[in-house]
């Protein structure tokens, strides 16, 4: 019987991960869970807080609040309650907080993703839906079988190392475009000194603008042009230079020169991570909670992958 399965271009796949440090990894970013030893550090860490602060004083750390928070991603705060006054009882925290400091707490979150300390990186971007919450009959009989709205996601991250860089989140049809947001994402990197080695991203991101932003910054790029590309510059000489190289080979010389299945790397891999990790559909109904939760889920699978890496490095 003929496979129908395509052959796969380049060289064969070899995977070159040691399998008993990757599972070990695997099994630590479980611990991160439960790690309390920032609790030796409580009053300190409060002490810090309340340092000229106007008002009531904070009585929880901002550690306690951060893994609450990496908590919620699964269940609903009063579980995260739960949990805490266990710990309590277990004489590992020594108080806990009600489940309305900790929504309150949580939402001021600001996450955000660690810049490369040594000052260079290379980027991948691209795009991913996920499902708004679904209310099932309820939504059915107060709205009949509309079509479900899809919050987009475009990150950016280092296909090298997986580390996320940025995040762009809005309602499917609304906010910034994937290569606005690729612009955004490399225009903070540059302003904050970091050198891009090289882009990586799909035909979408064929586009003028994004083209000269590299060139501005002599950043190498991995972006297949579309089957109509005009060789003409029309605005960007860069952009003409890839369209003529891409034009005189053959799409697996051009794919395995660029290394372009790396960027894989940098985005799928991390979207199908988080999907599994957390699932694909938001438990927050309106669109701005629904945000706050999809860039808190990116935010809390980068905190337990770093935390076992650190782990396991030994750093």
Same mark, same amino acid.
Not at 42 to 59: A, F, I, Q, S, V
Not at 218 to 232: D, G, H, L, Q
């Given at each position: &019987?003929?496979?129908?399965?395509?052959?796969?271009?380049?060289?064969?796949?070899?995977?070159?991960?040691?399998?008993?440090?990757?599972?070990?990894?695997?099994?630590?970013?479980?611990?991160?869970?439960?790690?309390?030893?920032?609790? +030796?550090?409580?009053? =300190?860490?409060? &002490?810090?807080?309340?340092?000229?602060?106007?008002?009531?004083?904070? =009585?929880?750390?901002?550690?306690? /609040?951060?893994?609450?928070?990496?908590?919620?991603? !699964?269940?609903?705060?009063?579980?995260? =309650?739960?949990?805490?006054?266990? $710990?309590?009882?277990?004489?590992?925290?020594?108080?806990?907080?009600?489940?309305?400091? /900790?929504?309150?707490?949580?939402?001021?979150?600001?996450?955000?993703?660690?810049?490369?300390?040594?000052?260079? +990186?290379?980027?991948?971007?691209?795009?991913?839906?996920?499902?708004?919450?679904?209310?099932?009959?309820?939504?059915?009989?107060? *709205?009949?079988?509309?079509?479900?709205?899809?919050?987009?996601?475009?990150?950016?991250?280092?296909?090298?190392?997986?580390?996320?860089?940025?995040?762009?989140?809005?309602?499917?049809?609304?906010?910034?475009?994937?290569?606005?947001?690729?612009?955004?994402? $490399?225009?903070?990197?540059?302003?904050?000194?970091?050198?891009?080695?090289?882009?990586?991203?799909?035909?979408?991101?064929?586009?003028?603008?994004?083209?000269?932003?590299?060139?501005?910054?002599?950043?190498?790029?991995? /972006?297949?042009?579309?089957?109509?590309?005009?060789?003409?510059?029309?605005?960007?000489?860069?952009?003409?230079?890839?369209?003529?190289?891409?034009?005189?080979?053959? !799409?697996?010389?051009?794919?395995? =020169?660029?290394?372009?299945?790396?960027? !894989?790397?940098?985005?799928?891999?991390?979207?199908?991570?988080?999907?599994?990790?957390?699932?694909?559909?938001?438990?927050?109904?309106?669109?701005?909670?629904?945000?706050?939760?999809?860039?808190?889920?990116?935010?809390? *699978?980068?905190? &337990?992958?770093?935390?076992?890496?650190?782990?396991?490095?030994? +750093?």
């Amino acid at each position: &019987m003929a496979s129908n399965q395509k052959e796969r271009w380049g060289k064969p796949y070899r995977d070159r991960r040691t399998w008993p440090t990757y599972n070990e990894e695997l099994v630590v970013r479980g611990e991160f869970l439960l790690d309390l030893a920032w609790v +030796c550090s409580w009053d =300190e860490e409060l &002490m810090r807080m309340n340092e000229h602060k106007r008002g009531h004083p904070y =009585e929880f750390p901002e550690s306690l /609040i951060e893994l609450q928070a990496v908590w919620n991603q !699964w269940i609903g705060l009063r579980q995260v =309650e739960g949990i805490t006054r266990a $710990l309590v009882e277990a004489a590992q925290l020594p108080q806990f907080n009600d489940y309305s400091t /900790i929504n309150r707490r949580i939402r001021n979150i600001q996450p955000s993703f660690a810049l490369p300390k040594h000052g260079f +990186c290379s980027v991948s971007t691209d795009g991913t839906g996920i499902k708004m919450h679904n209310a099932g009959e309820y939504r059915k009989v107060k *709205y009949g079988n509309k079509k479900r709205r899809w919050i987009k996601v475009v990150l950016s991250a280092n296909p090298l190392t997986k580390d996320m860089l940025d995040l762009e989140i809005s309602l499917d049809g609304g906010g910034l475009s994937e290569p606005e947001a690729a612009q955004q994402h $490399l225009q903070n990197l540059y302003n904050h000194g970091i050198t891009v080695d090289k882009f990586w991203g799909d035909g979408t991101f064929d586009v003028l603008q994004l083209f000269n932003l590299l060139e501005r910054h002599s950043t190498e790029s991995a /972006i297949p042009p579309r089957s109509n590309a005009s060789n003409e510059s029309k605005g960007s000489m860069r952009r003409a230079r890839e369209v003529r190289e891409f034009k005189s080979k053959e !799409w697996n010389t051009w794919a395995q =020169e660029k290394q372009y299945g790396k960027r !894989w790397l940098g985005t799928e891999v991390i979207f199908s991570a988080v999907k599994g990790v957390f699932g694909e559909n938001t438990r927050a109904k309106t669109p701005e909670t629904a945000f706050a939760e999809v860039h808190r889920r990116f935010w809390a *699978y980068e905190r &337990m992958r770093k935390y076992a890496q650190r782990k396991i490095s030994g +750093c």
